[in-house]
């Protein structure tokens, strides 16, 4: 599913949140590069963490590592 996902060149970036990993999300470039990223609060402030390129990282392995963030 990651592969077929595309972002408009209107804007910098999408994001596309993971159906099963609580924060974990793709940031999808009209480049075509994928990202993922999760999110999570750290004093009450919302804060992106990038776990790696989409290809360098599977999605099994970054729903692993979102879980250990």
Do not use: M, N
Not at 19 to 28: F, M, S, T
Not at 37 to 63: K, S
């Amino acid at each position: 599913a990651v592969d077929g996902l595309t972002c408009p060149e209107a804007v910098a970036y999408c994001r596309v949140w993971d159906a099963e990993e609580r924060g974990l999300a793709v940031k999808v470039y009209p480049s075509g590069g994928k990202t993922f990223v999760v999110a999570y609060r750290r004093d009450g402030r919302l804060q992106w963490y990038t776990l790696g390129r989409y290809g360098d990282v599977t999605v099994e392995q970054a729903r692993q590592l979102a879980r250990d963030v």
